[in-house]
T-cell receptor, first 113, second 114 residues
Framework: GNSVTQMEGPVTLSEEAFLTINCTYT??????LFWYVQYPGEGLQLLLK?????DKGSNKGFEATYRKETTSFHLEKGSVQVSDSAVYFC????????????FGRGTSLIVHP | DGGITQSPKYLFRKEGQNVTLSCEQN?????MYWYRQDPGQGLRLIYY???????QKGDIAEGYSVSREKKESFPLTVTSAQKNPTAFYLC?????????????FGPGTRLTVL
């Protein structure tokens, strides 16, 4: 079956540090890949997505590149802010069938001033 | 503004009672979903519906029920058969018919069993 594995959190950084949150996936075919962000007490919202190999999704300074050869979609940001503190979820949508997404367990990011 | 609304934001239930969580969307999306979120466990799919008057069980459907009588509404009932219902419940929707479309989430309902 499909699966998404994210690095364990929490990830704790100082403001302006470089961020990487690792995400690898298992799926047949060519899934679409997503990063969602969840702020405390809220629902998830889409951060970025990529729908085919070598695509780069980007938004609000965050980037992730769809790497088919390593089945990865790592999230990066060059300089984090306190306001980036949240839980980040990696997800995939399979290329066929029921279009039900598979989510990773989420990675908590804490950014200190 | 298009979006998904969930109500109430907080809900308290006594043991043995059924309770219904509301989810409404005005995005004209065909597919709607219910997830349960517990600390450290990510999202677990309870039920989903890809078209009006049809819905399917997800990974943890036991103790829950849903209906989809209208395209914009997908209420979730937490029954007394659900052994541990205290959790954060998220409703989502998507266009549903392609592999490239993301989900849109509501703000969630936090259910506490007293």
């Amino acid at each position: 079956g499909n699966s998404v594995t994210q690095m364990e959190g929490p990830v704790t950084l100082s403001e302006e540090a470089f961020l990487t949150i690792n995400c690898t996936y298992t799926a047949t075919g060519y899934p679409s890949l997503f990063w969602y962000v969840q702020y405390p007490g809220e629902g998830l919202q889409l951060l970025l997505k990529a729908t085919k190999a070598d695509d780069k999704g980007s938004n609000k300074g965050f980037e992730a590149t769809y790497r088919k050869e390593t089945t990865s979609f790592h999230l990066e940001k060059g300089s984090v802010q306190v306001s980036d503190s949240a839980v980040y979820f990696c997800a995939l949508l399979p290329s066929g069938g029921s279009y039900i997404p598979t989510f990773g367990r989420g990675t908590s990011l804490i950014v200190h001033p | 503004d298009g979006g998904i609304t969930q109500s109430p934001k907080y809900l308290f239930r006594k043991e043995g009672q059924n309770v219904t969580l509301s989810c409404e969307q005005n995005l004209n999306h065909d597919a709607m979903y219910w997830y349960r979120q517990d600390p450290g466990q990510g999202l677990r799919l309870i039920y989903y519906s890809q078209i009006v008057n049809d819905f399917q069980k997800g990974d943890i459907a036991e103790g829950y029920s849903v209906s989809r009588e209208k395209k914009e509404s997908f209420p979730l009932t937490v029954t007394s058969a659900q052994k541990n219902p205290t959790a954060f419940y998220l409703c989502a929707s998507s266009i549903g018919t392609t592999r490239v479309n993301e989900q849109f989430f509501g703000p969630g309902t936090r259910l506490t069993v007293l």
